[in-house]
């Protein structure tokens, strides 16, 4: 293996939680019934799809287009706010330090993340330079479990998909990873998911592959 292909949230950083806060706020604001199981169908996927995971409870009149994409609109304003808070403080020491030592075994490193905000979550916690590609919603059309944010990610470093590893946090994301002919590690809500390759409780557990 060649490469690391790293999710962000719920990987890297644990935006998953504001996702969830962000979500929450619009859906107890619609009246829509919203909990932490239904939010586990959201991790990988995209933000308009992630909606429409939370309207099938939604029991009110059609809504629009207009109306979903302000909807997506004033859920994507809580969650900046959200993020708006963060610091390099919250990305674990482990996390930086495998990664780092990833890097000192002569491992590429890329970020591949169905999220339009991960950019402006790496600078927030100054991550931005740990990573030699990134591929994030900004260069994708299909959200995981298609398989093309991880193949965008090699494709930017170079690498064979099956040269790479994919750190995922979402069933989605594995699913997203073994389309692309990658090898799968689980972590988080993931590291419960029998399709992945690998199962991982914490983040240094990497160094054990490699
Ligand atoms: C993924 C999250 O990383 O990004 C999903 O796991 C989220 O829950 C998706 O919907 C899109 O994020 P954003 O920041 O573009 O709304
Ligand atoms: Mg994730």
């Given at each position: 293996m060649k490469a690391f292909i790293f999710d962000l949230?719920?990987?890297?950083?644990?935006t998953d939680k504001f996702h969830y806060q962000a979500w929450k706020k619009m859906a107890d604001e619609m009246g829509i019934y919203f909990d932490e199981t239904i939010n586990n169908?959201?991790?990988?996927?995209s933000r308009a799809e992630s909606l429409e995971i939370i309207l099938e409870r939604y029991e009110g009149p059609a809504l629009s287009q207009e109306k979903k994409a302000e909807l997506m609109e004033s859920k994507n304003h809580t969650y900046r706010e959200l993020l708006?808070?963060?610091?390099?403080?919250?990305?674990?020491d482990e996390v930086r330090e495998t990664l780092a030592e990833l890097h000192k075994r002569g491992y590429k490193l890329a970020l591949g993340s169905s999220s339009k905000n991960a950019k402006f979550i790496l600078e927030k916690v100054d991550l931005?330079?740990?990573?030699?590609a990134i591929s994030d919603g900004t260069n994708i059309t299909k959200s995981k479990p298609d398989p093309e944010v991880f193949l965008k990610a090699a494709e930017f470093l170079g690498e064979?998909?099956?040269?790479c590893f994919v750190v995922e946090d979402a069933y989605a994301g594995i699913d997203a990873a073994k389309n692309a002919g990658m090898q799968a590690v689980g972590i988080g809500?993931?590291?419960?998911?029998?399709?992945?390759?690998k199962r991982i409780q914490s983040f240094r557990d990497l160094l054990n592959y490699v």
């Open positions: 949230d719920g990987v890297i950083v644990f169908r959201l991790r990988g996927v708006a808070s963060m610091t390099p403080a919250d990305v674990a931005l330079d740990a990573f030699d064979k998909p099956e040269d809500d993931a590291a419960g998911y029998e399709k992945a390759d």
